[in-house]
């Protein structure tokens, strides 16, 4: 388990934008999405399909888009 303000901390971001990333009010990019991954140990599409990032070829969210 880690705190909001101790993983802001370790992907460089305030801790008010990343709780605005997991309200969805702020748009995550994809290297807080991948660090986020890194950190919690888990795969980059599932960061990204929890954040609701949509696959513009099928219109799924992100439960396809792998990292390139």
Do not use: C, F, W
């Not at 599932?46 to 439960?63: M, P």
Request: net charge positive.
């Amino acid at each position: 388990e880690i705190s909001l303000r101790t993983l802001a901390k370790k992907i460089d971001l305030e801790p008010g934008a990343l709780s605005l990333t997991l309200r969805g009010k702020r748009h995550m990019k994809l290297t807080e999405a991948n660090e986020i991954a890194l950190i919690l140990g888990v795969p980059l599409k599932d960061v990204l399909y929890n954040a609701g990032v949509e696959n513009v070829a099928t219109g799924e969210r992100g439960a396809k888009i792998e990292p390139q």
